[in-house]
């Protein structure tokens, strides 16, 4: 097993991700579902984390048919860039098709999830430019100063807002509150093996992890909250693998 | 007129007192009797309570022969109050019973004669017990502090089932003690157990040992996650209230009242002590839900419950959603139950049921739940909806119990023209027909490694200090120019060499064109515009003579003083053509322009 991976690990380190790219579409249109998944997790490691790479592989996975892998992957790629159709159509049809039931974000997720962590950060560096030179203005043209005074005030709300985007995305890298079930799972009433299982959650659930106590996570999806072993699901900001 | 009046007001009066009399009359008479305390120590004293309603007058109750107890009293109070129109009377007759005896004491039942009616006082028990070793005599037993305060717990029922509810209840006992009212429950922990809080029971007395206790009581619900042994031995701590020692023998007067003054006063505070109180260990087994019968979709609900549902509209087009609602009601471990859902068919398209209400009380244990799933018939052939059924288990009959609703009948009538048909899902075609997954993404436009570091680079974040600075920056320039406009002397004393310079490119220009009268005025202007503005003076008050006192003033050296004195007035004879052809000379014009422009420069470094 060891020298299998050293063999492919060289192989793909003659390869550059363009190359290794292309490799895994032909085996996706070849039918070698598996190997295409296997080259994009390649260029996962290497640090590609695309939009593109990670929709593929969800793809590949589908196609694998290991739904919950492959809502992982367009969980990934959705963090990566949430306005995409594709993303977010596979997405769904993926979760359809292995039966789990989407999450339902409250208004103001709909708001910060309208931009990926790298465009509110982005909103935020340009309006707070704006923002000094507006106030830069309303400083020194004085004969202005009502207009730009309420210029400033514009930009401070978006700027605020643009934290808060900032502030969403940051919270679930750092605290990973978000996790996919892998395999077919049932939460259960304790963080015990023999307790009794509260609900099923079908593979590519998409679960909200309350707490961490060892190998067990407490979970909650809607309203209903249960406990789950950690191998049976993967955090969506967790390291990739 | 008045005549008529005071009759009509007699009447008034009648009917009302009528009234009153109707309704004091038209109650019944009842009695009721109680004795607080029912356990008591022998030389204790117990009050009896006869309450007769609905009697103004009664005679008092015949409990002056009581065996076994000396009666005293009785103490009578009256009552009358009228709630919602109602009028009620009573009369309360107060007694103190002493036991003279240990023991069950039986009181009643007694024949109450009052008025024609003969009522009886139901039957009461007294428990007495011996007295206790300072309750009467004041001599003290050497007690051990166990005997006189312990705890424990219990727990009801006692044959336990895993996840079955089941109440736990500490109670706290002592005598001859004060204890504070507050408690704390150290090591409490019960691993396998979910506990909710506890909630206080009244207050009573109990007899154990023959001996009388005051007893605490506290209960909380209780269940077990997981079956097998457990083992609870919390410490219960709680305070020991003492009378604080007299630091004095003897009162500051000497004088037995005020010694009972102190002693009772402020003074003398009663104060608490932390002292753990003995708890016996609790240990009881919880069994696991036998696999004997248990239904395959059973989801741990345990307790009882009943099931109700019902299908809403009953009539519909095919293809127009129908809800089924179903509410399991009941007491148990409401939080593992989980609604009966109907799964897709060929006739029915089904989504996932939603909680609509739920209605339990504190403890989430007693109430119900309410479930609606939204199904849309396929096809004319679903017009009964299948049975919907819950299971649990029921710990007193120690059984599964299935419960069932429906089918429900619908009566169906074709969709209408133009709506989509909607396609029974096969085994076969999972997928449905005409969606897929989207296909590939092309590779993306620039291979980069995905890369955190930029952000947080200290080069950004230097960069960043930019937009603040320029702020800070405006913000002083700003300033600045708010405090030059509020004063004048300063702004004029910034204003002096920027006019001095434009007075002098004038008398430039008149020079170069050969105009004195114009040169020698603007030299004049350059003088008088500098020294105004430098010295803050009104116009007018720019004149030889004027400047020289101001500059002699401001200890000038007297060499400059004089410098400008000759300069203003070679200017004011050459503008008023007291000056000979010598002056009118370009060469001199150019000297005298460059030799104010050096005095106004050297002026500029001179504090005036």
């Not at chain 2, 090591?187 to 396998?192: D, E, M, S, T």
Request: aromatic share 8%.
């Amino acid at each position: 097993m060891l020298s299998v991976t050293l063999a492919t690990g060289s192989a793909w380190g003659t390869l550059t991700p363009s190359e290794l790219f292309q490799k895994a579409g032909r085996a996706y249109d070849a039918g070698q579902f598996a190997e295409a998944a296997t080259n994009y997790l390649a260029l996962v490691a290497q640090g590609q984390r695309t939009p593109e790479v990670y929709f593929n592989l969800g793809n590949a996975e589908f196609r694998a048919g290991r739904g919950g892998a492959a809502v992982l992957a367009y969980r990934r790629a959705w963090h990566l860039a949430p306005r995409d159709a594709d993303i977010i159509a596979n997405l769904q049809f993926a979760q359809e098709q292995t039966g789990a039931t989407p999450p339902t974000p409250a208004s103001w997720e709909h708001f910060f999830q309208s931009l990926n962590a790298a465009e509110w950060r982005l909103a935020a560096l340009v309006d707070f430019w704006i923002l000094a030179g507006a106030a830069c203005l309303a400083l020194l043209w004085s004969a202005r100063r009502a207009l730009f005074r309420v210029v400033v005030i514009f930009l401070l709300v978006v700027l605020l807002l643009a934290l808060g985007g900032v502030g969403y995305w940051f919270d679930l890298q750092i605290r990973q509150p978000e996790a996919v079930v892998i395999q077919p799972a049932s939460a259960l009433s304790a963080p015990l093996v023999n307790t009794i299982k509260l609900f099923a959650l079908p593979a590519g659930s998409i679960v909200h992890i309350e707490s961490r106590d060892g190998a067990w996570w407490h979970i909650q999806q809607g309203a209903r909250a249960g406990w789950l072993p950690q191998s049976n699901c993967v955090a969506v900001c967790s390291a990739p693998n | 007129m008045l005549k008529q009046f005071s009759k009509l007001w007699t009447g008034l009066l009648l009917v009302a007192a009528l009234l009153l009399v109707r309704q004091t009359f038209a109650a019944a008479v009842s009695v009721d009797l109680d004795v607080q305390p029912r356990v008591l120590q022998l030389g204790e004293a117990a009050q009896a309570t006869v309450t007769v309603h609905g009697e103004r007058n009664p005679p008092p109750p015949p409990l002056g022969g009581l065996p076994d107890c000396d009666v005293s009293g009785p103490s009578v109070n009256s009552q009358v109050s009228i709630i919602n129109g109602r009028m009620d009377q009573s009369v309360t007759f107060v007694y103190q019973l002493v036991p003279r005896r240990t023991g069950a004491l039986k009181i009643g039942p007694i024949n109450y004669k009052i008025g024609n009616q003969t009522l009886q006082l139901r039957a009461l028990e007294l428990t007495v017990g011996a007295p206790t070793a300072t309750g009467t005599s004041g001599e003290k037993k050497d007690t051990a502090l166990s005997d006189l305060f312990f705890a424990r717990l219990d727990i009801m029922p006692t044959n336990l089932f895993q996840n079955q509810l089941f109440e736990l209840q500490l109670s706290i006992f002592h005598r001859e003690i004060r204890l504070d009212s507050s408690f704390s429950l150290l090591n409490w922990q019960p691993a396998g157990l979910s506990i909710s809080a506890f909630r206080e029971l009244p207050a009573q007395r109990v007899m154990l040992n023959g001996q009388v206790f005051e007893a605490r009581q506290f209960r909380c619900q209780a269940r077990a996650l997981s079956a097998g042994p457990v083992h609870l031995a919390p410490t219960v701590r709680g305070a020991l209230v003492v009378q604080r020692e007299r630091q004095q023998r003897g009162g500051p007067f000497n004088d037995p009242f005020f010694d009972r003054f102190f002693q009772d006063s402020l003074f003398n505070r009663a104060e608490t002590r932390p002292v753990d109180i003995p708890t016996q260990p609790l240990e009881f087994s919880v069994r696991a839900l036998p696999e004997n019968g248990r239904p395959k979709d059973f989801n741990g609900a345990v307790g009882q419950f009943a099931l109700t549902a019902q299908v809403k509209p009953d009539s519909a087009a095919v293809g127009d959603p129908v809800t089924l609602a179903a509410r399991i009601s009941g007491h148990g471990n409401f939080d593992s139950i989980a609604f009966p859902m109907l799964g897709n068919s060929e006739l029915l398209k089904t989504y996932d049921a939603k909680l609509t209400a739920k209605e339990l009380d504190e403890t989430q244990t007693r109430g119900s739940k309410t479930y609606e799933q939204v199904l849309i018939p396929r096809s004319l052939d679903a017009q009964q909806i299948p049975a919907v059924g819950f299971n649990y288990f029921d710990p007193e009959k120690e059984q599964y119990v299935v419960l069932s609703a429906g089918p429900f009948d619908v009566k169906l009538r074709p969709a209408a023209a133009g709506a989509a048909p909607l396609t029974a899902p096969t085994q076969a075609a999972a997928t449905p027909t005409g969606r897929d997954i989207a296909y590939l993404k092309s590779a993306p436009t620039h291979w980069r490694i995905h890369d955190e570091a930029e952000w947080s680079a200290p080069r950004f974040w230097s960069l960043q200090a930019i937009p603040p600075l320029a702020v800070v920056v405006a913000f002083i320039l700003a300033r600045r120019r708010q405090l030059r406009s509020g004063d004048v002397r300063w702004a004029r004393r910034e204003q002096a060499p920027r006019s001095a310079r434009r007075a002098l490119r004038t008398a430039e220009q008149a020079l170069a064109m050969s105009q004195w009268e114009e040169f020698y005025e603007a030299l004049a202007n350059a003088l008088r515009s500098y020294f105004g503005n430098r010295l803050n003076l009104p116009p007018g008050d720019v004149t030889p003579d004027g400047l020289l006192h101001v500059l002699q003033t401001a200890q000038v050296a007297a060499a400059l003083t004089e410098r400008v004195r000759a300069l203003l007035e070679l200017c004011d004879h050459a503008r008023f053509g007291q000056m000979g052809s010598a002056a009118l000379d370009r060469e001199a014009g150019r000297r005298t322009l460059q030799e104010i422009a050096n005095l106004l420069r050297n002026f500029e470094k001179v504090r005036l």
